[in-house]
């Protein structure tokens, strides 16, 4: 069995109008969020083998600070531009590609697709993901190339304590 967390990154913002989607920060909003959501998955005993993001600012920074929580070095995040422009397909071919040796990863993306996403692999309709909400999925394989639609069970879905 490998086990997928998927994490919508935290709130980013608009703080300059003529800056780029791709480009946008998170809030210190999104900086708590990142900090607490982190932290709390560390005391519950998640720990992912894996972290792998969108290289667009607001869901590597949410990669980032995860990955200080959990004692993973920041240069050892895969960035996959697929994560950021793609759907559910494209997703999907990332997680496909992931290590077999490795058992359990963290994806951190955008809505819509994150939320897409894990309800094609659970086959369940599911509400779009709150900014740095954390889903996570055990996925009914043995190998990541077998992640296919319906193939995994959402364990639980955790999400921010609203300010």
Not at 18 to 23: G, L, R, V
Not at 73 to 80: D, F, L, P, S
Not at 110 to 130: C, K, V, Y
Request: hydrophobic share 35%.
């Amino acid at each position: 069995m490998k086990t997928l967390y998927l994490v919508r990154h935290a709130k980013a913002g608009w703080h300059d109008p003529s800056q780029a989607d791709f480009d946008r920060p998170l809030t210190k909003r999104g900086h708590r969020q990142s900090e607490e959501m982190s932290r709390r998955l560390r005391k519950k005993g998640v720990a992912p083998e894996r972290l792998v993001s969108s290289p667009a600012s607001r869901a590597l920074e949410t990669a980032e600070i995860f990955a200080d929580a959990f004692g993973i070095e920041r240069r050892e995040i895969v960035q996959k531009i697929e994560i950021y422009e793609g759907g559910i397909d494209s997703l999907a071919a990332v997680v496909r590609s992931l290590a077999d040796e490795e058992n359990t990863a963290m994806l951190f993306g955008h809505n819509p697709a994150i939320s897409a996403f894990a309800g094609w692999l659970t086959g369940q309709r599911t509400e779009a993901m709150d900014t740095c909400g954390v889903a996570k999925i055990e996925l009914d394989c043995e190998h990541w190339q077998d992640t296919a639609e319906g193939s995994g069970r959402l364990a639980w879905y955790k999400y921010p304590e609203r300010e």
